[in-house]
Antibody
Framework: QVQMVQSEAEVKKPGASVTVSCKASGFTLTSYGVSWVRQAPGQGLEWMGGITFYNGKSKYAQKLQDRVTLTTDTSTSTAYMELRSLISDDTATYYC??????????????WGRGTLVTVSS | SYVLTQPPSVSVAPGKTAKISCAGSNIGGRNVHWYQQIPGQAPVLVIYDDSVRPSGIPDRFSTSNSVKTATLTISRVEVGDEADYYCQVSDTVSGSDQFVVFGGGTRLTVL
């Protein structure tokens, strides 16, 4: 079955870091790319960054680039998103999404179910 | 940075047609993608590259684009279409601070 399987919910204290994983199943991750999108409670979608494998390049939202690191383990078809120095505004559901890339940009044709990250003291 | 503007909400009766707009500077020159997010679920791609429906998306979903506005049209609306809809583009301008841009989302309510 073609899917992206994300790690379970996390609760973190302010100032801590969190790592969310996303494992590709039923397809070859390196044939596409992977991106991360978050959604605060009751809010819209916010793009965080992503990686495309055909050129090995990563892109980050400028707002988050100092606190986010995206990595992949191609041997296990797993992508990781690390967010550091957590604040309460980082409380959100974090989605990974498969990237389809062409000359006009990216779109996301397959999404994980989301990982809720709660930042609370 | 590039901005996409959507109406917060649209309401429609079952069986009627819903139109959801997405406004942006020269959006007609960009590829626009649309996602449906049923409450409590992950987003699902319903239209990509302006007008292409992925496999499994009914032909009740269609689009039209002008220079300033992209519009998602849902014909013969069903109760199951009640969801949030997001438009998305890529800002490929060199030096852009946000490569991927989402609209703020539109809640479609089926009355």
């Amino acid at each position: 079955q073609v899917q992206m399987v994300q790690s379970e919910a996390e609760v973190k204290k302010p100032g801590a870091s969190v790592t969310v994983s996303c494992k590709a199943s039923g397809f070859t991750l390196t044939s596409y790319g992977v991106s991360w999108v978050r959604q605060a409670p009751g809010q819209g979608l916010e793009w965080m960054g992503g990686i495309t494998f055909y050129n090995g390049k990563s892109k980050y939202a400028q707002k988050l680039q100092d606190r986010v690191t995206l990595t992949t383990d191609t041997s296990t078809s797993t992508a990781y998103m690390e967010l550091r120095s957590l604040i309460s505004d980082d409380t959100a559901t974090y989605y990974c999404a498969r990237v389809f890339s062409d000359s006009s940009g990216w779109h996301f044709d397959l999404w994980g179910r989301g990982t809720l990250v709660t930042v609370s003291s | 940075s590039y901005v996409l503007t959507q109406p917060p909400s649209v309401s429609v009766a079952p069986g009627k047609t819903a139109k959801i707009s997405c406004a942006g500077s020269n959006i007609g020159g960009r590829n626009v993608h649309w996602y449906q997010q049923i409450p409590g679920q992950a987003p699902v791609l319903v239209i990509y590259d302006d007008s292409v429906r992925p496999s499994g998306i009914p032909d009740r979903f269609s689009t039209s684009n002008s220079v300033k506005t992209a519009t998602l049209t849902i014909s013969r609306v069903e109760v199951g279409d009640e969801a949030d809809y997001y438009c998305q583009v890529s800002d490929t301008v060199s030096g852009s601070d946000q490569f991927v841009v989402f609209g703020g989302g539109t809640r479609l309510t089926v009355l």
